[in-house]
């Protein structure tokens, strides 16, 4: 089955440096997002990302999409401490009605 | 704030009881999912409702069903807890079933 993987498992940074974080998913994919989630709380939606887009911005975020390598980052630029956190991506299958949802990564921001 | 509460946010049962998780969900929001997250994982899609029918399920057992309301809240329940079911479960509602969807805080429950 399809899943998204995200790589790396985890990622510790300095305040004020960029995050970037990978994902690898299956098969193809009407969506991909990314979400956040901290300390075990309800996961917080970042960006939703169509099959027929290539990048999309929001905010300090920028998540790319590359269809043909099936795979997706999300670079957090200039993070803060409040930037620490799990971070997940989720994809739909093209048939499907679910989303599947990868490890995460785990990013530790340092002040 | 997604505006989808989730009910209770802390559980404590024994192996072989039954328990039930509610959720409503955000205001004009049709569709509900449900997913179990361990410790350190992802979350594991367990179902997802649409208009108070059922409309995909993961790899879970029978023993987890739900149901939605004419107002689409819903409900999670589990039979014959097992320690294995100790998580956090969590709900989604989305404005059908591939849109964005949009998490309540979770409900922790502990399985001893």
């Known amino acids: 089955s399809q899943q998204g993987e995200e790589d790396p498992q985890a990622l510790s940074i300095q305040e004020g440096e960029n995050a970037t974080m990978n994902c690898s998913y299956k098969?193809?994919?009407?969506?991909l997002q990314w979400y956040r989630q901290n300390s075990g709380r309800g996961l917080v939606h970042l960006i939703l990302i169509r099959s027929n887009e290539r990048e999309k911005h929001s905010g300090r975020l920028r998540v790319t999409l590359d269809t043909s390598k099936k795979s997706s980052s999300l670079l957090i630029t200039a993070s803060r401490a409040a930037d620490t956190a799990s971070y997940f991506c989720a994809t739909d299958a093209e048939y499907g009605q679910n989303f599947v949802f990868g490890p995460g990564t785990r990013l530790s921001v340092l002040p | 704030e997604t505006g989808v509460t989730q009910s209770p946010t802390h559980l404590i049962k024994t192996r072989g009881q039954q328990v039930t998780l509610r959720c409503s969900s955000q205001?004009?929001?049709?569709?509900v999912s449900w997913y179990q997250q361990a410790l350190g994982q992802g979350p594991q899609f367990i179902f997802q409702y649409y208009r108070e029918e059922e409309n995909g399920r993961g790899n879970f057992p029978p023993r987890f069903s739900g149901l939605q309301f004419p107002n689409y809240s819903s409900e999670l329940n589990v039979n014959a807890l097992e320690l294995d079911d100790s998580a956090l479960y969590l709900c989604?509602?989305?404005?059908?079933?591939?849109?964005?969807?949009?998490f309540g805080p979770g409900t922790r429950l502990t399985v001893l």
């Open positions: 205001s004009g929001h049709n569709t």
């Open positions: 098969t193809s994919i009407n969506n």
């Open positions: 989604a509602s989305s404005l059908g079933w591939t849109d964005t969807q949009y």
